[in-house]
């Protein structure tokens, strides 16, 4: 793992090509309908890990409504546990755009798995890059899921789930060193703290980005104040390669911070091995540091999520789509809780 700043050396060509995201990856135009907030809950030891939000995508789980609707499915809460989320967690997309340009829908699991035939997943398929970016003539493309409202008192977050990276990510193995380098990235799970377009005075958010390095794929995790897209930190893992192709386990705990107590973990566990790779350990700001500064606001709790995201730039996915692919994901057995989890290092 490369654990520098993004001005590193040994990973300057990577830094270029993915920090472009920070250029594009702003929040969507299009806003969930907001719902009344719930009043915050104090804390309480769970025994063991039981997510207060999970949902395995089944069809007895989701309200769906039209395809090209811009919130068209719904996903109950299943979790058992006491203070389970009221709310629900819908995908949503940003205009303009429709079935033909990108989706998300719920189908067999891909890998016919033959322990559980009737599985079912999100999937999401975004082909063509039709939303304004604000920088030259590009363009982008964005799938994602999130919460109505925001999330409360959200000082720690655990979330587990499975994901399968289709094959034709490698298609972006291709890509000629002397095309346009603009925003090489693919986003897949986004945090904010404090929301720029609600007018936070110190927003800010981290992002979790595949990448492509020595014909395979990376990933990276990226904190940015916002909207001035400031660099707060970025690392890289060249040592792990992301499994592709084949359903991989991910967990990531968040603990809010500064310079000095702020947490993220990233681990992932291939399905193949069952050998589970701690990819990031970060103590570093999860907030904007101006908020901790006179006049700011003092320490941002997470308040917006997008757990399941497939956001990139008109470069990449215009590249998969021309060279007969289609840019892809699947997401299975999505849980989270407010709790760092029992077994992790404090």
């Known amino acids: 793992m490369c654990k520098r700043p993004i001005q590193s050396l040994c990973l300057a060509g990577i830094a270029l090509c993915i920090a472009a995201t920070a250029l594009l990856a ?35 789980e989701i309200t769906a409504s039209p395809l090209n609707e811009i919130t068209w499915m719904t996903y109950e809460n299943i979790s058992a546990h006491p203070d389970a989320s009221p709310w629900a967690m819908s995908v949503f997309y940003e205009n303009p755009g429709n079935v033909t340009d990108r989706y998300a829908r719920v189908i067999p ?129 060249i040592d792990f390669a992301l499994p592709i192709g084949e359903w991989f386990t991910i967990e990531v705990g968040t603990k809010s911070g500064n310079a000095n107590n702020g947490r993220v973990v990233v681990k992932l566990t291939p399905q193949s091995t069952g050998i589970t790779t701690t990819l990031f350990d970060v103590i570093n700001w999860t907030y904007h540091p101006a908020a901790d500064q006179p006049g700011g606001t003092g ?32 997401f299975d057995d999505f849980a989270f809780s407010g709790h760092w989890p029992i077994g992790w290092s404090q």
């Open 26 to 60: 702003g929040p969507p135009s299009t806003t969930q309908p907001a719902r009344d907030m719930q009043p915050s809950r104090p804390k309480v030891l769970i025994p063991e890990y039981v997510p207060q939000f999970a949902t395995g995508y089944e069809p007895d």
């Open 299 to 330: 320490p941002v709790p997470m308040t917006h999520w997008n757990p399941q995201k497939l956001y990139s730039s008109d470069n990449v996915i215009h590249h998969i789509r021309d060279h007969g692919g289609t840019l892809q994901a699947y």
């Open 109 to 237: 699991d891909p890998t016919l798995d033959k322990n559980d035939p009737e599985n079912q997943v999100l999937h999401y398929w975004l082909q063509n890059a039709v939303i304004e970016s604000g920088f030259q003539n590009h363009t982008k493309g964005r799938i994602q899921t999130g919460f109505p409202g925001q999330l409360v008192d959200a000082f720690e977050v655990y979330s587990r789930q499975r994901i399968f990276i289709h094959e034709d990510i490698n298609l972006l193995h291709t890509y000629p060193p002397n095309a346009d380098q603009w925003w090489k990235g693919v986003t897949i799970q986004e945090l904010w703290m404090g929301a720029a377009w609600e007018g936070h005075p110190n927003p800010s958010r981290i992002s979790l980005i595949m990448f492509s390095f020595n014909n395979t794929i990376h990933l990276a995790i990226d904190h940015q104040t916002m909207p001035d897209l400031g660099e707060v930190w970025s690392e890289y893992n």
